[in-house]
């Protein structure tokens, strides 16, 4: 059986509890994951935790996390631990620690108009085994406005800005923001994507929940891919001051 852990907690108004509930809930589907969902940091200082896990699904907004606890994280998932996550329950989580950031490629900025934005996600086709089955789809919720990572491989997107939105940003050029995308830190998979201010989202549009599904099965491969091409971390390794 494959080993899952799913951490929850920080700000409740992107409600941890319900999503961590759901993502377990997709991987449990599927008969051969067991799922574990824990509501402390402090897991994340165990080695002999991490080094058991296939997948590391993140639902923290906010909050901070010690050098040790993101070091433990990083290093596992360089050696093949497959980490996950949507909304801010990843890439708004910690928001003072650029390390985490470089690791999981973006980091939330704004959502213009708040919530209930009604904006169309596009797939793009072609990018990755994720998206097989997929296709361009309309939601109500917040449009998130990151700032990402060029490295990572972009999945869908959504089109910035609308003009019925208004902000200091609409000056700008219409740009396509990542909505969903992959990247690789050392051996490991990363999987993100930004839909799930609310788990209501997942019910709205079944096409979100098979993103976030295949997204997150995709990411808890990683392990076995390591040990079937027997990949080692040592191009990686550098003791010099990354941060």
């Excluded at 824990?38 to 909050?63: N, P, R």
């Excluded at 890439?91 to 213009?112: I, K, Y």
């Excluded at 994507?193 to 019910?203: A, E, P, V, W």
Aim: net charge negative; hydrophobic share 35%.
């Amino acid at each position: 059986m494959k080993q899952a852990l799913i951490i929850q907690g920080g700000w409740d108004g992107h409600e941890p509890k319900l999503t961590s509930h759901r993502f377990a809930t997709m991987l449990r589907e599927e008969g051969d994951w067991e799922v574990r969902i824990e509501d402390s940091l402090t897991y994340l200082e165990k080695e002999e935790h991490l080094a058991s896990i296939d997948l590391l699904v993140m639902c923290w907004t906010m909050g901070k996390i010690s050098a040790e606890q993101r070091e433990n994280v990083s290093k596992h998932v360089g050696k093949g631990m497959g980490l996950a996550g949507a909304h801010g329950g990843m890439c708004d989580a910690f928001r003072e620690d650029t390390e985490w950031q470089f690791m999981t490629g973006g980091q939330w900025v704004s959502h213009p108009g708040g919530d209930g934005i009604h904006y169309t996600v596009h797939i793009n086709h072609g990018s990755s085994p994720i998206i097989a089955g997929l296709s361009d789809f309309s939601v109500s919720s917040e449009q998130y406005y990151l700032h990402v990572d060029p490295a990572i491989e972009i999945l869908a997107t959504t089109r910035f800005p609308h003009d019925d939105v208004p902000y200091y940003h609409i000056s700008n050029k219409p740009i396509d923001m990542p909505v969903a995308w992959t990247k690789f830190w050392g051996n490991g998979r990363i999987f993100y994507q930004s839909l799930g201010h609310q788990d209501r989202i997942f019910d709205e549009s079944p096409m979100a929940h098979k993103l976030m599904k295949q997204g997150l099965l995709w990411a808890g491969e990683s392990k076995r891919e390591v040990e079937r091409l027997q990949l080692t971390t040592e191009r990686f390794e550098n003791d010099a001051k990354m941060y």
